[in-house]
C-alpha cells in the first residue's frame, strides 16, 4: 500500500480556472512538499508544510499558490487562477519526523491547463 | 507495472572509498532515468539525468537496459556526499516514479 496517495491523477482545466489537488498520507507524518515538473524539464521543489505551516517556499510559489491541512489528514495544493505554463505532473512527498527519515512520493497528479 | 527498486536503504562507507548506489527499473518502453539528491531537510536537487551523460560532483550513473540498472557512483566518496538519494523513472511523457531512496553516510 502507498505511504501517500494524490488525487486526481489527471486533472484538465480551463486557463483562469482555480484547481485543488490533493495528497493524502496513511499516517503519521509531519513534514509534506509539493514538487512539480513541466515536460521535459527537472523536479523543482515548489513548498514545504511541517506543524501546520509553510517552513520553506521557493519562487515559483507566488500568491497563485496556496497550500492546507483542511481536515488534519489531507493535505491540498491549490492554484486559484490556472495559467497554461501551470501545466505539469505535480508531486506530493511526504516523511515522518526526523533527520533520517526518507521521503515518500506520490504517483503524482497530471495538470493540463488549456 | 511501472517500478523503480533501490534495495539498500542505509548505505554506510569511509571518506575516501568507492561508492555504489543501486537503482532497478522495471519498465518496458524507453526509459528516463534521473538521480536526484536530498542533503539534510533541503529541498530534492537533480543531480544526474541518463541522457545528459555527464558526471557531476563526481559521480556518474549508466544506463544498463540489459539489466534494468541505472546504479549511481562515485570513486571516492566525500563526508559532504552524505544525503539521500532517489533514483527516479519518467516514461509516458511525464510520468515518473520514485525509488524508497538511499541514505549514503560517508565516514571520516
Known amino acids: 500500500e502507498p505511504e501517500v496517495t494524490q488525487t486526481p491523477s489527471h486533472q484538465v482545466t480551463q486557463m483562469g480556472q482555480e484547481v485543488i489537488l490533493r495528497c493524502v498520507p496513511i499516517?503519521?507524518?509531519?513534514?509534506f512538499y509539493w514538487y512539480r515538473q513541466i515536460l521535459g524539464q527537472k523536479v523543482e521543489f515548489l513548498v514545504s508544510?511541517?506543524?501546520?505551516?509553510?517552513?520553506?517556499k521557493s519562487e515559483i510559489f507566488d500568491d497563485q499558490f496556496s497550500v492546507e491541512r483542511p481536515d488534519g489528514s489531507n493535505f491540498t495544493l491549490k492554484i486559484r487562477s490556472t495559467k497554461l505554463e501551470d501545466s505539469a505532473m505535480y508531486f506530493c512527498?511526504?516523511?515522518?519526523?526526523?533527520?533520517?527519515?526518507?521521503?515518500?512520493f506520490g504517483n503524482g497528479t497530471r495538470l493540463t491547463v488549456t | 507495472a511501472q517500478r523503480v527498486t533501490q534495495p539498500e536503504k542505509l548505505l554506510s562507507v569511509f571518506k575516501g572509498a568507492p561508492v555504489e548506489l543501486k537503482c532497478n527499473y522495471s519498465y518496458s518502453g524507453s526509459p528516463e532515468l534521473f538521480w536526484y539528491v536530498q542533503y539534510s531537510r533541503q529541498r530534492l536537487q537533480l543531480l544526474l539525468r541518463?541522457?545528459s551523460r555527464e558526471s557531476i560532483k563526481g559521480f556518474t550513473a549508466d544506463l544498463n537496459k540489459g539489466e534494468t540498472s541505472f546504479h549511481l557512483k562515485k570513486p571516492f566518496a566525500q563526508e559532504e556526499d552524505s544525503a539521500m538519494y532517489y533514483c527516479?523513472?519518467?516514461?509516458?511523457?511525464?510520468?515518473?516514479?520514485f525509488g524508497a531512496g538511499t541514505r549514503l553516510t560517508v565516514k571520516p
Open positions: 499516517s503519521n507524518h509531519l513534514y
Open positions: 512527498a511526504i516523511t515522518r519526523q526526523g533527520e533520517n527519515s526518507p521521503l515518500h
Open positions: 541518463h541522457i
Open positions: 508544510f511541517y506543524n501546520n505551516e509553510i517552513s520553506e
Open positions: 527516479a523513472l519518467s516514461y509516458n511523457n511525464n510520468d515518473m516514479r
